[in-house]
């Protein structure tokens, strides 16, 4: 029994088949749950795969620009930092000009691990590819990003 009115049962379902956010979150579970179970064979979690891949191809990174390049805010990327550094796979050090400027690198265990992962993401990635279509997914992508670019917070 539901003590909603009749609008507010009508603003339900619009909510449930029309918001924006919970339409984003439900595609974004399942894609990572593909790609969880995929990067769990090198015991990586889909969200730190950003980091090392950042660290790979751009080098050694202040936290903040680290932070900025993934769209994350410094808490969270350092929780996940902390994670990586005890697993042995990125080193945190204070920036040699200025010790309040913590840098982060990328290990030669950490280096191991993400070329394992970069396999291992080629294979999801082209699953998906292969299942939803690499036009449909560029335009989603391209979707996505006029998005981001267009909702302000």
């Known amino acids: ?13 619009h909510v449930r088949s029309m918001c924006a956010c919970n339409q984003l979150r439900r595609a974004t579970r399942r894609i990572t749950q593909l790609y969880e179970a995929v990067m769990a064979a090198g015991g990586l979690k889909v969200t730190q795969l950003p980091i090392l891949v950042g660290l790979g191809s751009s080098g050694d990174l202040s936290v903040t620009t680290l932070a900025e390049a993934l769209s994350l805010d410094r808490t969270t990327l350092t929780r996940n930092l902390r994670v990586l550094e005890e697993r042995g796979l990125v080193h945190t050090y204070e920036h040699d000009d200025d010790a309040r400027v913590r840098m982060v690198s990328l290990t030669l265990e950490g ?43």
């Open 1 to 13: 029994m539901s003590y909603l009115t009749v609008g507010e049962l009508d603003l339900c379902w």
């Open 111 to 153: 280096s191991r691990v993400l070329s394992g992962a970069l396999e291992r993401w080629e294979r999801v990635q082209l699953e998906v590819e292969e299942q939803f279509g690499r036009d449909r997914l560029q335009a989603l992508y391209d979707e996505l990003d006029e998005l981001y670019g267009t909702v302000s917070v």
